[in-house]
């Protein structure tokens, strides 16, 4: 799998995003080391505390499924679902990667022209971790 394949599938993904209120749709594929792909849209909601990133989305149904070994994660994002600028991970759903994967977990994102790689290591430095619990 490609980055250019999962790119594609995130961006597949920005279709089924519920974003009433912001209109920024979101789309994201999780790609597991055995192969498997879990995809995620976000799902916001009128009390907008509810809502979720389509990081997360995509990241609770693969460890729903048992998955727990994790590899790249393509993003795409953008008003109406026009993908013109990178989307980076919000701050939670870097942290709710970090509880699953290792530095170097790669986030791949795309402005529709240009995919860009970062390690996970990069985006959320001296981060807190299961390892910080003992847990690892
Ligand atoms: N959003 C994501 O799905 N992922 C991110 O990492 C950034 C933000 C969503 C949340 C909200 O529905 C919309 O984009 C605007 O913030």
Do not use: W
């Amino acid at each position: 799998m490609t980055n250019a394949d999962l790119i594609a599938l995130a961006r597949e993904m920005t279709l089924h995003s519920y974003a009433p209120y912001s209109h920024f749709h979101v789309g994201a594929a999780l790609l597991c080391r055995d192969g498997r792909v879990y995809t995620g849209c976000n799902i916001e909601n009128a009390a907008f505390g509810p809502t979720v990133c389509a990081e997360r989305v995509a990241f609770f149904s693969a460890v729903r499924d048992g998955a727990r070994d994790f590899e790249r994660i393509a993003i795409v994002g953008g008003e109406e679902g026009r993908i013109t600028s990178f989307t980076p991970p919000c701050g939670v759903c870097r942290q709710v990667m970090r509880e699953f994967c290792r530095d170097d977990f790669t986030v791949v994102l795309s402005d529709g022209r240009e995919i860009r790689e970062f390690p996970l290591a990069a985006l959320l430095p001296q981060s807190f971790s299961p390892a910080d619990l003992g847990k690892e």
